[in-house]
């Protein structure tokens, strides 16, 4: 994958919508037709850490830092990651690890992104915090094996391994963010199951739209419209 500059840059936090939905990525990303369901939500869970209890800030081991900017110039992507923790590690230098200039020692970096809900039944997050993870790597010069995400419904918090398949599965969704952006094009709705979910179920409106491009699809076929 080549690297992308400053101009072709797209909101990292849109991959985890491009992986609910494409056209929902475009109704967001490319038409600005949020509504305020998804402001609510990615606005919310910013200060959701404030309950987290793993996170604990006493410990001397452990430094937590939060909105960090990021970049990935091999995705084309930018945003924040709600917190990165780094743990001091007692061994010397690991592939996760880096150093710091006001700390001794290593530290092993680990990203955690929080969550309003609950976990979800698709890979939504998991390829989100994996993209952050792609920036954490690329300007740290490391590699990093785990992340966590945090929900809030159920104050708990879930280890994401960052393997080859959720790698994988994170380019190909950055791939298609900027083939999508290049056309300018939202996808036709399909209405399927995970629409029922969907912040922008009611400006979408799948089912009527589907059935609308039915009937025309019938009627161009049976008027033998050219
Ligand atoms: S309602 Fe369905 S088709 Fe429309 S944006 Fe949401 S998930 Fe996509």
Known sequence: MSEFDD???LMLSGIQHIAFCERQWALIHLEQQWNENVLTVEGHHLHEH??????????????????????????GLSGRADVVELYRVKEEKTECSISLE????????VPVEYKRGRPKPDECDEVQLCAQNYALEEANNIHISRGYLYYGETRHRH???????????????????????????????????????????NLCLPGIKSAYQDVNVYIERNLDIP
């Open 102 to 109: 006001s700390e001794k020692g290593w530290w092993n970096v």
């Open 50 to 75: 404030c309950d987290d209890p793993y996170a604990d800030k006493s410990r001397r081991d452990l430094l937590i830092m939060r909105s960090v900017p990021l970049v990935t110039r091999r995705l």
């Open 7 to 9: 101009d072709s840059l």
């Open 159 to 201: 280890e994401v391994i960052f393997s080859v398949p959720l790698r994988q599965k994170t380019e190909e969704l950055a791939l298609r963010m900027h083939e999508l952006f290049k056309l300018g094009m939202t996808p036709a709705p399909v209405y399927k199951r995970s629409c029922k979910t969907c912040s922008l179920f």
